[in-house]
């Protein structure tokens, strides 16, 4: 359930080529969730911002998911997934999620080693050892955030570019195929966009893959190159976000360009 509603509401390893990041520091994106016949079933917020508590300065990207309106009325679900980038080479470093659902308030954190080639999947206060998982080739990321970060490839309908998505523990070795050009409204305006859809072409189709599920986003073809809609098919309904609003860094030297924080944030929140 959890994994439905945040899609709808990403030996040394050889050389490689540095992963430009799609989000910069202080740009955020808003998306209103529809589920089925529900226009207002919840909100997708992600945020970008400058990080201080490592080692060394790192990009953390915020994504928020909650249930809204009536559809919060049926479920009350809120969630939250913090990633952390280098801002150089552009590889994810660690990342942590939570959720909260009916009293379960399940979360985890993982960091990866690329030069042992795994990650380590940890759950606080769990006196189990952290699961060490296999980190295959490619640059791991969430799929919200490996969806987003589309908007800097730069495909042709009929071209292709793979991925390598995380879900919980299991690695997704995606393809994603640049389908089509299409005309998309929407509250900030009509986009001519290029549609997007990631599959499972190198290896057996697995989780909401092999249940028949398909994803897809539309990416603007302007110079923003907005992902102003994601849609989840599923076997029970399509769930689709919808961009609302979209902020950019504030410029060098004003007040808002330091200290910025994600919608919601404090304190409290880990950090791995």
Excluded: C
Aim: proline share 8%; no cysteine; charged share 25%.
């Amino acid at each position: 359930m959890r994994l439905k509603l945040a899609l709808i509401l990403l030996a040394v390893l050889p050389a490689r080529a540095e992963t430009r990041l799609a989000l910069r520091e202080g740009e955020s994106l808003t998306y209103r969730v529809s589920w089925a016949v529900l226009p207002g079933a919840g909100e997708i917020k992600i945020f970008a911002a400058a990080d201080q508590t490592g080692p060394s300065p790192r990009l953390r990207v915020t994504t928020t998911t909650r249930t809204r309106g009536f559809a919060r009325l049926l479920m009350q679900f809120d969630a939250r997934a913090d990633s952390y980038f280098d801002p150089t080479s552009g590889r994810l470093l660690a990342l942590s999620e939570s959720s909260e659902q009916r009293n379960k308030k399940p979360e985890h954190s993982v960091t990866f080693d690329y030069a042992a080639a795994q990650a380590i999947y940890t759950v606080p206060n769990q006196t189990d050892r952290p699961l060490i998982l296999p980190l295959p080739a490619g640059d791991p990321m969430d799929l919200i955030t490996q969806l987003v970060q589309t908007r800097s490839w730069d495909l042709k309908p009929g071209e292709k570019r793979d991925a390598l998505v995380l879900f919980n523990t299991d690695f997704y070795e995606l393809t994603i195929h640049a389908s089509r050009y299409e005309e998309v409204r929407t509250s900030l305006g009509t986009f001519n966009t290029l549609v997007l859809e990631p599959r499972m072409d190198k290896t057996p189709p697995k989780g909401m893959f092999k249940r028949g599920s398909s994803v897809r986003v539309w990416i603007s073809q302007d110079g923003n190159h907005l992902p102003v809609k994601f849609e989840v098919e599923f076997k029970i309904g399509t769930g689709t976000a919808t961009l609302e609003s979209h902020g950019v860094p504030a410029p060098a030297g004003s007040a808002n360009a330091a200290g910025a924080k994600p919608p919601g944030s404090d304190e409290k929140n880990s950090r791995p």
